[in-house]
Protein backbone atom coordinates (compact mmCIF):
# COMPACT_ATOMS: atom_id res chain seq x y z
CA UNK A 1 0.00 0.00 0.00
CA UNK A 2 1.50 3.16 -1.20
CA UNK A 3 1.59 5.93 1.23
CA UNK A 4 0.67 9.63 -0.75
CA UNK A 5 1.28 12.39 2.32
CA UNK A 6 2.82 12.25 5.73
CA UNK A 7 -0.19 10.79 8.09
CA UNK A 8 0.67 13.08 10.67
CA UNK A 9 -1.10 16.02 8.47
CA UNK A 10 -3.88 13.63 7.06
CA UNK A 11 -4.97 13.60 10.16
CA UNK A 12 -5.28 17.36 11.61
CA UNK A 13 -7.67 19.79 10.17
CA UNK A 14 -6.13 23.14 8.87
CA UNK A 15 -6.57 24.60 12.46
CA UNK A 16 -4.48 21.70 14.02
CA UNK A 17 -7.26 19.94 16.02
CA UNK A 18 -7.87 15.81 15.04
CA UNK A 19 -9.79 14.89 12.30
CA UNK A 20 -8.58 11.29 11.64
CA UNK A 21 -6.51 9.57 14.79
CA UNK A 22 -3.90 7.62 12.50
CA UNK A 23 -0.73 7.70 14.38
CA UNK A 24 0.71 9.09 17.61
CA UNK A 25 3.90 10.21 15.69
CA UNK A 26 3.98 13.74 15.04
CA UNK A 27 1.11 14.98 17.00
CA UNK A 28 2.45 17.59 19.81
CA UNK A 29 2.20 17.60 23.61
CA UNK A 30 -0.86 19.97 23.81
CA UNK A 31 -2.86 17.35 21.75
CA UNK A 32 -2.28 14.32 23.31
CA UNK A 33 -2.66 15.64 26.60
CA UNK A 34 -6.35 17.06 25.62
CA UNK A 35 -6.85 13.31 24.75
CA UNK A 36 -5.63 12.25 27.61
CA UNK A 37 -7.76 14.84 29.58
CA UNK A 38 -10.77 14.52 27.53
CA UNK A 39 -10.13 10.63 28.50
CA UNK A 40 -10.02 11.29 31.95
CA UNK A 41 -13.68 13.43 32.08
CA UNK A 42 -15.10 10.17 30.17
CA UNK A 43 -13.84 7.81 33.03
CA UNK A 44 -16.23 9.38 35.38
CA UNK A 45 -18.96 9.46 32.81
CA UNK A 46 -18.69 5.98 33.00
CA UNK A 47 -19.02 5.62 36.66
CA UNK A 48 -22.66 6.92 36.50
CA UNK A 49 -25.85 4.76 36.65
CA UNK A 50 -26.11 6.18 33.48
CA UNK A 51 -23.29 5.43 31.60
CA UNK A 52 -24.26 7.03 27.88
CA UNK A 53 -23.32 10.69 27.00
CA UNK A 54 -25.16 12.22 23.83
CA UNK A 55 -22.05 13.58 22.42
CA UNK A 56 -22.68 11.60 18.84
CA UNK A 57 -25.96 10.51 18.77
CA UNK A 58 -27.47 9.79 15.42
CA UNK A 59 -23.85 8.97 13.93
CA UNK A 60 -22.79 5.72 12.66
CA UNK A 61 -19.98 4.20 13.20
CA UNK A 62 -18.35 1.46 12.03
CA UNK A 63 -15.83 -1.36 12.91
CA UNK A 64 -14.27 -2.21 9.94
CA UNK A 65 -12.27 -5.33 11.53
CA UNK A 66 -9.87 -7.03 8.57
CA UNK A 67 -7.53 -8.67 11.68
CA UNK A 68 -9.36 -10.39 13.96
CA UNK A 69 -9.53 -8.83 17.80
CA UNK A 70 -12.01 -8.99 20.33
CA UNK A 71 -10.59 -6.39 22.94
CA UNK A 72 -10.11 -3.81 20.42
CA UNK A 73 -13.39 -4.09 18.80
CA UNK A 74 -15.19 -4.16 21.83
CA UNK A 75 -14.28 -1.70 23.46
CA UNK A 76 -14.50 0.26 20.47
CA UNK A 77 -17.91 -1.37 20.24
CA UNK A 78 -19.07 0.46 23.74
CA UNK A 79 -16.94 3.34 23.44
CA UNK A 80 -19.25 4.15 20.52
CA UNK A 81 -22.23 3.37 22.09
CA UNK A 82 -21.35 5.28 25.24
CA UNK A 83 -21.35 8.40 22.94
CA UNK A 84 -24.85 7.13 21.95
CA UNK A 85 -23.45 6.61 18.11
CA UNK A 86 -24.83 3.45 16.77
CA UNK A 87 -22.37 0.57 15.56
CA UNK A 88 -22.04 -1.52 12.83
CA UNK A 89 -19.46 -4.29 13.45
CA UNK A 90 -18.17 -5.49 10.21
CA UNK A 91 -16.07 -9.28 10.23
CA UNK A 92 -14.71 -8.33 6.70
CA UNK A 93 -12.00 -11.25 7.12
CA UNK A 94 -15.07 -13.55 6.62
CA UNK A 95 -17.03 -11.43 4.50
CA UNK A 96 -17.20 -9.57 1.15
CA UNK A 97 -13.23 -8.72 0.46
CA UNK A 98 -13.17 -13.22 0.87
CA UNK A 99 -15.33 -13.06 -2.54
CA UNK A 100 -12.82 -10.78 -3.95
CA UNK A 101 -14.09 -7.14 -3.59
CA UNK A 102 -11.52 -4.51 -2.85
CA UNK A 103 -10.84 -2.87 0.01
CA UNK A 104 -12.05 0.82 -1.49
CA UNK A 105 -14.91 -1.04 -3.10
CA UNK A 106 -15.73 -2.11 0.53
CA UNK A 107 -15.68 1.47 2.17
CA UNK A 108 -17.79 3.20 -0.67
CA UNK A 109 -20.56 0.82 0.05
CA UNK A 110 -20.38 1.47 3.71
CA UNK A 111 -20.26 5.22 3.12
CA UNK A 112 -23.18 4.98 0.56
CA UNK A 113 -25.14 3.98 4.09
CA UNK A 114 -24.43 6.86 5.38
CA UNK A 115 -21.76 5.94 7.71
CA UNK A 116 -20.01 8.63 10.09
CA UNK A 117 -16.53 7.01 11.05
CA UNK A 118 -14.96 3.62 10.46
CA UNK A 119 -12.83 2.18 13.05
CA UNK A 120 -9.91 0.17 10.47
CA UNK A 121 -7.46 -2.28 11.69
CA UNK A 122 -5.75 -4.33 8.67
CA UNK A 123 -2.75 -6.24 8.52
CA UNK A 124 -0.84 -4.15 5.75
CA UNK A 125 1.18 -0.97 7.63
CA UNK A 126 -0.67 2.46 6.26
CA UNK A 127 -4.35 1.16 5.59
CA UNK A 128 -6.01 3.38 7.77
CA UNK A 129 -3.91 5.94 6.21
CA UNK A 130 -4.69 4.90 2.83
CA UNK A 131 -8.21 5.09 3.91
CA UNK A 132 -8.24 8.22 5.18
CA UNK A 133 -7.26 9.78 2.19
CA UNK A 134 -9.74 8.43 -0.25
CA UNK A 135 -12.67 8.85 1.89
CA UNK A 136 -15.22 11.40 1.73
CA UNK A 137 -14.75 14.72 4.00
CA UNK A 138 -16.93 14.78 6.84
CA UNK A 139 -15.82 10.75 7.59
CA UNK A 140 -13.74 9.98 9.97
CA UNK A 141 -11.19 6.98 10.23
CA UNK A 142 -9.62 5.55 13.83
CA UNK A 143 -6.96 3.60 12.95
CA UNK A 144 -7.25 0.56 15.21
CA UNK A 145 -3.89 -0.93 14.47
CA UNK A 146 -2.63 -1.20 11.10
CA UNK A 147 0.64 -3.60 10.38
CA UNK A 148 3.89 -3.78 12.09
CA UNK A 149 2.87 0.19 11.82
CA UNK A 150 0.37 2.14 14.87
CA UNK A 151 -2.09 1.09 17.36
CA UNK A 152 -2.20 4.75 18.66
CA UNK A 153 -5.15 4.08 20.79
CA UNK A 154 -3.56 1.53 22.34
CA UNK A 155 -0.84 3.75 22.51
CA UNK A 156 -2.94 6.57 24.70
CA UNK A 157 -4.41 4.30 27.26
CA UNK A 158 -0.89 3.18 28.07
CA UNK A 159 -0.31 7.15 28.58
CA UNK A 160 -3.75 7.69 30.55
CA UNK A 161 -2.52 4.12 32.78
CA UNK A 162 0.71 5.85 33.47
CA UNK A 163 -0.53 8.91 33.80
CA UNK A 164 -3.60 8.19 36.36
CA UNK A 165 -0.88 5.48 38.32
CA UNK A 166 2.41 7.58 38.05
CA UNK A 167 0.87 10.67 38.30
CA UNK A 168 2.50 12.18 35.32
CA UNK A 169 4.62 10.72 32.33
CA UNK A 170 7.52 13.46 32.51
CA UNK A 171 10.38 12.05 33.99
CA UNK A 172 9.51 8.43 34.20
CA UNK A 173 11.51 5.46 33.25
CA UNK A 174 10.03 3.21 30.97
CA UNK A 175 10.84 -0.38 29.48
CA UNK A 176 9.01 -1.94 27.11
CA UNK A 177 10.21 -5.82 26.88
CA UNK A 178 9.42 -8.63 24.27
CA UNK A 179 8.50 -8.57 20.48
CA UNK A 180 9.43 -4.83 19.42
CA UNK A 181 10.17 -6.12 15.85
CA UNK A 182 5.83 -7.01 14.90
CA UNK A 183 5.06 -4.48 17.68
CA UNK A 184 2.88 -1.65 16.20
CA UNK A 185 2.05 -0.64 20.08
CA UNK A 186 5.43 -0.31 20.60
CA UNK A 187 6.08 2.08 17.71
CA UNK A 188 3.19 3.83 19.06
CA UNK A 189 3.85 3.85 22.46
CA UNK A 190 7.78 5.24 22.19
CA UNK A 191 6.17 8.31 19.79
CA UNK A 192 3.76 9.05 22.60
CA UNK A 193 6.34 8.75 25.44
CA UNK A 194 8.98 10.74 23.78
CA UNK A 195 6.53 13.78 22.80
CA UNK A 196 4.90 13.45 26.54
CA UNK A 197 8.78 14.08 28.08
CA UNK A 198 9.43 10.36 29.43
CA UNK A 199 13.13 10.51 30.53
CA UNK A 200 14.41 7.24 29.57
CA UNK A 201 12.85 4.54 26.86
CA UNK A 202 14.27 1.28 27.11
CA UNK A 203 13.37 -1.68 24.60
CA UNK A 204 14.27 -4.83 26.03
CA UNK A 205 14.66 -8.13 23.79
CA UNK A 206 16.46 -10.89 22.00
CA UNK A 207 18.74 -9.31 19.59
CA UNK A 208 16.19 -11.23 16.60
CA UNK A 209 13.08 -9.27 17.84
CA UNK A 210 14.71 -5.68 18.67
CA UNK A 211 15.44 -3.63 15.28
CA UNK A 212 18.33 -1.41 15.60
CA UNK A 213 16.25 1.36 13.98
CA UNK A 214 14.85 1.55 17.90
CA UNK A 215 17.42 4.11 18.49
CA UNK A 216 16.43 6.62 15.79
CA UNK A 217 13.20 6.92 17.82
CA UNK A 218 14.54 7.93 21.00
CA UNK A 219 14.87 4.73 22.98
CA UNK A 220 17.97 2.73 23.99
CA UNK A 221 18.33 -0.97 23.58
CA UNK A 222 19.04 -3.52 25.84
CA UNK A 223 19.25 -7.75 25.51
CA UNK A 224 18.96 -8.91 28.91
CA UNK A 225 16.36 -7.80 31.41
CA UNK A 226 18.67 -6.96 34.51
CA UNK A 227 20.16 -3.75 32.96
CA UNK A 228 17.15 -3.13 31.02
CA UNK A 229 14.59 -3.41 34.21
CA UNK A 230 17.04 -1.72 36.82
CA UNK A 231 15.06 1.45 38.66
CA UNK A 232 12.42 1.51 36.19
CA UNK A 233 8.68 3.40 36.68
CA UNK A 234 7.28 1.19 34.41
CA UNK A 235 7.39 -2.10 32.94
CA UNK A 236 5.15 -3.08 29.54
CA UNK A 237 5.37 -6.18 28.63
CA UNK A 238 4.67 -7.34 25.17
CA UNK A 239 2.39 -10.62 23.58
CA UNK A 240 4.39 -12.84 22.37
CA UNK A 241 2.98 -13.92 19.09
CA UNK A 242 3.70 -17.73 18.83
CA UNK A 243 3.92 -17.97 15.02
CA UNK A 244 7.54 -16.38 15.92
CA UNK A 245 8.78 -19.44 17.29
CA UNK A 246 8.01 -20.95 13.83
CA UNK A 247 10.00 -18.07 12.18
CA UNK A 248 12.82 -19.28 13.99
CA UNK A 249 13.48 -15.71 15.29
CA UNK A 250 12.90 -17.88 19.21
CA UNK A 251 14.30 -20.83 20.32
CA UNK A 252 11.60 -21.69 22.45
CA UNK A 253 9.07 -20.61 25.18
CA UNK A 254 10.59 -21.74 28.18
CA UNK A 255 13.83 -20.51 27.03
CA UNK A 256 12.24 -17.29 25.98
CA UNK A 257 10.37 -17.06 29.36
CA UNK A 258 14.05 -17.89 31.57
CA UNK A 259 15.75 -15.04 29.79
CA UNK A 260 12.34 -12.33 29.28
CA UNK A 261 9.93 -13.51 30.90
CA UNK A 262 8.58 -11.46 33.90
CA UNK A 263 8.69 -12.75 37.04
CA UNK A 264 8.67 -11.23 40.51
CA UNK A 265 12.34 -11.87 41.14
CA UNK A 266 13.10 -9.61 37.96
CA UNK A 267 10.54 -6.79 38.71
CA UNK A 268 12.04 -6.85 42.06
CA UNK A 269 14.78 -4.96 39.98
CA UNK A 270 12.18 -1.90 38.75
CA UNK A 271 11.87 0.78 40.83
CA UNK A 272 9.84 -0.65 44.44
CA UNK A 273 6.59 1.43 42.86
CA UNK A 274 7.09 0.23 39.60
CA UNK A 275 3.68 -0.70 37.71
CA UNK A 276 3.35 -3.48 35.38
CA UNK A 277 1.46 -3.24 31.56
CA UNK A 278 0.21 -5.42 29.01
CA UNK A 279 -1.58 -4.94 25.87
CA UNK A 280 -3.18 -8.47 26.29
CA UNK A 281 -3.90 -11.04 25.21
CA UNK A 282 -1.43 -12.24 27.98
CA UNK A 283 0.21 -15.11 27.96
CA UNK A 284 1.05 -16.72 31.21
CA UNK A 285 4.55 -18.07 31.54
CA UNK A 286 5.71 -16.84 28.24
CA UNK A 287 6.16 -13.57 28.84
CA UNK A 288 4.72 -13.19 32.04
CA UNK A 289 4.18 -15.13 35.07
CA UNK A 290 1.06 -15.67 36.59
CA UNK A 291 1.96 -14.10 40.12
CA UNK A 292 3.03 -10.78 38.41
CA UNK A 293 0.28 -10.77 36.07
CA UNK A 294 -2.16 -10.87 39.02
CA UNK A 295 0.25 -9.55 41.70
CA UNK A 296 -0.34 -5.67 42.75
CA UNK A 297 2.14 -4.07 40.82
CA UNK A 298 -0.09 -5.08 37.86
CA UNK A 299 -2.55 -2.40 35.84
CA UNK A 300 -3.63 -4.88 33.42
CA UNK A 301 -7.07 -4.67 34.19
CA UNK A 302 -7.26 -1.01 34.92
CA UNK A 303 -5.38 -0.16 30.82
CA UNK A 304 -8.82 -2.13 29.54
CA UNK A 305 -11.02 0.16 31.42
CA UNK A 306 -9.18 3.22 30.60
CA UNK A 307 -9.16 1.70 26.91
CA UNK A 308 -13.14 2.51 26.50
CA UNK A 309 -12.24 6.36 27.90
CA UNK A 310 -9.47 6.71 25.46
CA UNK A 311 -11.54 5.60 22.43
CA UNK A 312 -14.92 7.86 24.00
CA UNK A 313 -12.31 10.96 23.70
CA UNK A 314 -10.12 10.24 20.25
CA UNK A 315 -13.85 9.84 18.90
CA UNK A 316 -14.97 12.02 20.12
CA UNK A 317 -12.65 14.47 19.09
CA UNK A 318 -12.14 13.39 15.14
CA UNK A 319 -15.88 13.70 15.25
CA UNK A 320 -15.65 17.34 16.63
CA UNK A 321 -12.80 18.10 14.02
CA UNK A 322 -14.75 16.51 11.27
CA UNK A 323 -18.31 18.66 11.93
CA UNK A 324 -15.96 22.22 12.91
CA UNK A 325 -14.55 21.66 9.36
CA UNK A 326 -17.52 20.73 7.48
CA UNK A 327 -19.07 23.61 8.99
CA UNK A 328 -16.01 26.26 7.87
CA UNK A 329 -16.59 24.12 4.27
CA UNK A 330 -20.23 25.41 4.54
CA UNK A 331 -19.78 29.02 5.57
CA UNK A 332 -17.13 29.61 2.41
CA UNK A 333 -19.32 28.11 0.11
CA UNK A 334 -22.20 30.32 1.36
CA UNK A 335 -19.99 33.39 1.64
CA UNK B 1 -14.91 45.30 25.69
CA UNK B 2 -17.38 47.33 27.98
CA UNK B 3 -19.70 49.22 26.04
CA UNK B 4 -19.98 52.40 27.91
CA UNK B 5 -23.67 52.76 27.06
CA UNK B 6 -24.66 50.00 29.42
CA UNK B 7 -24.76 50.54 33.16
CA UNK B 8 -24.01 47.27 34.30
CA UNK B 9 -24.64 46.10 37.81
CA UNK B 10 -21.93 44.95 40.14
CA UNK B 11 -21.74 41.18 40.29
CA UNK B 12 -20.19 41.14 43.84
CA UNK B 13 -23.99 42.91 45.00
CA UNK B 14 -25.86 40.62 42.92
CA UNK B 15 -24.07 37.96 44.28
CA UNK B 16 -24.69 38.40 47.84
CA UNK B 17 -28.46 39.37 47.48
CA UNK B 18 -28.86 36.18 45.33
CA UNK B 19 -27.08 34.25 48.34
CA UNK B 20 -29.80 35.94 50.59
CA UNK B 21 -32.68 35.22 48.12
CA UNK B 22 -31.65 31.45 48.05
CA UNK B 23 -31.86 31.03 51.85
CA UNK B 24 -34.84 32.75 51.68
CA UNK B 25 -35.95 30.01 49.04
CA UNK B 26 -35.07 27.15 50.99
CA UNK B 27 -36.91 28.18 53.67
CA UNK B 28 -40.50 29.24 52.26
CA UNK B 29 -39.84 25.91 50.23
CA UNK B 30 -38.84 23.71 53.11
CA UNK B 31 -36.48 22.17 51.12
CA UNK B 32 -34.72 19.88 53.68
CA UNK B 33 -31.61 18.64 52.08
CA UNK B 34 -31.21 20.89 48.87
CA UNK B 35 -28.20 20.31 46.65
CA UNK B 36 -26.16 23.26 44.79
CA UNK B 37 -25.54 22.56 41.20
CA UNK B 38 -22.87 24.88 39.41
CA UNK B 39 -22.97 25.23 35.62
CA UNK B 40 -18.89 25.78 34.33
CA UNK B 41 -17.30 27.79 34.39
CA UNK B 42 -19.39 31.26 35.83
CA UNK B 43 -21.85 28.96 37.62
CA UNK B 44 -19.61 26.69 39.61
CA UNK B 45 -17.50 30.28 40.91
CA UNK B 46 -21.54 31.31 41.96
CA UNK B 47 -22.31 27.98 43.69
CA UNK B 48 -19.09 28.26 45.38
CA UNK B 49 -20.01 31.23 47.07
CA UNK B 50 -23.50 29.97 47.78
CA UNK B 51 -22.22 26.81 49.23
CA UNK B 52 -20.18 28.42 51.95
CA UNK B 53 -22.15 31.26 52.52
CA UNK B 54 -25.24 28.98 53.39
CA UNK B 55 -23.06 26.34 55.02
CA UNK B 56 -24.01 23.20 52.76
CA UNK B 57 -21.58 20.00 53.47
CA UNK B 58 -22.14 19.39 49.00
CA UNK B 59 -21.77 21.34 45.99
CA UNK B 60 -21.57 19.70 42.93
CA UNK B 61 -20.27 21.13 39.38
CA UNK B 62 -21.64 20.44 36.02
CA UNK B 63 -19.75 20.27 32.46
CA UNK B 64 -22.28 20.46 30.07
CA UNK B 65 -19.79 19.82 27.03
CA UNK B 66 -21.38 16.73 26.45
CA UNK B 67 -24.84 17.90 26.18
CA UNK B 68 -24.51 20.52 23.69
CA UNK B 69 -26.85 20.78 20.82
CA UNK B 70 -24.46 22.43 18.75
CA UNK B 71 -21.83 19.69 18.43
CA UNK B 72 -22.18 19.77 14.44
CA UNK B 73 -21.39 23.33 14.30
CA UNK B 74 -19.06 23.79 17.32
CA UNK B 75 -17.42 20.70 17.79
CA UNK B 76 -16.14 19.84 20.87
CA UNK B 77 -14.52 22.40 23.28
CA UNK B 78 -11.14 21.91 23.90
CA UNK B 79 -11.92 22.79 27.61
CA UNK B 80 -14.23 19.73 28.44
CA UNK B 81 -13.36 18.86 31.94
CA UNK B 82 -16.30 16.01 33.08
CA UNK B 83 -18.86 16.77 35.87
CA UNK B 84 -18.00 16.73 39.43
CA UNK B 85 -21.44 15.40 41.36
CA UNK B 86 -22.27 13.86 45.05
CA UNK B 87 -22.57 9.59 44.36
CA UNK B 88 -26.56 10.20 44.38
CA UNK B 89 -28.69 12.67 43.61
CA UNK B 90 -31.68 10.74 43.57
CA UNK B 91 -35.00 12.95 45.63
CA UNK B 92 -32.63 15.68 45.74
CA UNK B 93 -34.10 19.23 45.95
CA UNK B 94 -31.60 20.77 43.09
CA UNK B 95 -30.73 24.42 42.73
CA UNK B 96 -29.38 24.56 39.30
CA UNK B 97 -27.07 27.62 39.08
CA UNK B 98 -25.80 30.02 36.32
CA UNK B 99 -23.94 33.11 35.29
CA UNK B 100 -25.75 34.19 32.44
CA UNK B 101 -29.65 32.56 30.80
CA UNK B 102 -29.99 33.72 27.58
CA UNK B 103 -31.06 31.58 24.77
CA UNK B 104 -32.01 28.60 27.69
CA UNK B 105 -30.07 26.02 25.68
CA UNK B 106 -27.00 25.70 28.29
CA UNK B 107 -29.86 24.63 30.72
CA UNK B 108 -31.89 22.63 28.87
CA UNK B 109 -28.37 20.39 28.44
CA UNK B 110 -27.51 20.75 32.06
CA UNK B 111 -31.23 19.20 32.94
CA UNK B 112 -30.92 16.60 30.60
CA UNK B 113 -27.11 15.37 32.20
CA UNK B 114 -28.52 16.14 35.78
CA UNK B 115 -31.35 13.05 34.52
CA UNK B 116 -28.53 10.70 33.40
CA UNK B 117 -27.29 10.95 37.20
CA UNK B 118 -30.46 9.64 38.69
CA UNK B 119 -34.22 11.30 39.23
CA UNK B 120 -34.15 14.76 41.63
CA UNK B 121 -37.43 15.65 43.58
CA UNK B 122 -37.45 19.17 42.22
CA UNK B 123 -35.09 21.16 40.06
CA UNK B 124 -34.91 25.65 40.51
CA UNK B 125 -33.28 27.45 38.35
CA UNK B 126 -30.87 30.67 39.71
CA UNK B 127 -29.14 32.92 37.26
CA UNK B 128 -27.21 35.97 37.93
CA UNK B 129 -28.31 37.81 35.28
CA UNK B 130 -30.86 37.34 32.39
CA UNK B 131 -30.48 39.28 29.32
CA UNK B 132 -33.91 37.52 27.43
CA UNK B 133 -33.72 36.49 23.94
CA UNK B 134 -35.08 33.09 24.97
CA UNK B 135 -35.30 30.23 22.58
CA UNK B 136 -36.68 27.63 24.99
CA UNK B 137 -39.31 27.74 27.43
CA UNK B 138 -37.35 28.32 30.26
CA UNK B 139 -37.37 30.56 33.43
CA UNK B 140 -35.47 31.05 36.22
CA UNK B 141 -36.71 30.77 39.99
CA UNK B 142 -34.31 33.36 41.32
CA UNK B 143 -32.57 35.88 39.26
CA UNK B 144 -29.86 39.21 40.17
CA UNK B 145 -31.02 41.17 37.46
CA UNK B 146 -32.72 41.42 34.14
CA UNK B 147 -30.97 43.58 31.29
CA UNK B 148 -31.65 44.08 27.91
CA UNK B 149 -29.28 44.52 25.50
CA UNK B 150 -28.59 45.40 21.61
CA UNK B 151 -28.96 42.28 19.48
CA UNK B 152 -25.71 40.57 19.02
CA UNK B 153 -24.38 41.53 22.41
CA UNK B 154 -23.57 39.05 25.88
CA UNK B 155 -22.63 39.59 28.79
CA UNK B 156 -19.75 37.32 30.31
CA UNK B 157 -19.14 36.84 33.58
CA UNK B 158 -15.34 36.93 34.97
CA UNK B 159 -14.02 35.57 37.76
CA UNK B 160 -13.28 33.66 40.89
CA UNK B 161 -12.54 37.06 42.96
CA UNK B 162 -13.80 39.37 42.07
CA UNK B 163 -16.88 38.77 40.13
CA UNK B 164 -17.35 41.30 37.29
CA UNK B 165 -19.83 41.56 34.20
CA UNK B 166 -18.63 42.81 31.11
CA UNK B 167 -20.54 43.11 27.80
CA UNK B 168 -18.48 41.82 24.18
Known amino acids: MTRHSDPTQVQLTADGRLKHFLTTEGLSKALLTEILDLADSFISTQERAVKKVPLLRGKTVVNLFFE?????????????????????????????????????????????????????????????????????????????????????????????????????????????????????????????????????????????????????????????????????DVVIMLRLQKERMSDALLPSESEYFKLYGLTEEKLKLAKDDAIVMHPGPINRGVEIDSAVADGEQSVILNQVSYGIAVRMAVMAMAMSGQASEQAKQKAGDNA | MTNPDIALPDAEVLCQQLIKDVQTLIREKNLQKPLLIGIRTGGAWLAERLQKALSLPELGIL??????????????????????????????????????????????????????????????????????????????????AKLELESGKKVKLSGPSPLLLSVD
Open chain 1, 68 to 232: NSTRTRSTFELAAKRLSADILNLDIARSATSKGETLMDTLWNLEAMYSDMFVVRHADSGAAHFIAEQVTPGVAIINAGDGRHAHPTQAMLDMLTIRRHKGSIEGKTVAIVGDILHSRVARSQIHALKTLGAKEIRVIGPATLVPKEMTDLGASIHYDMTRGLKDA
Open chain 2, 63 to 144: DISFYRDDFDERGLSSQAKGSELPDSIENRDIILIDDVLMSGRTIRAAMNEIFDYGRPASIKLVCLIDIGQRQLPIQTDLVG
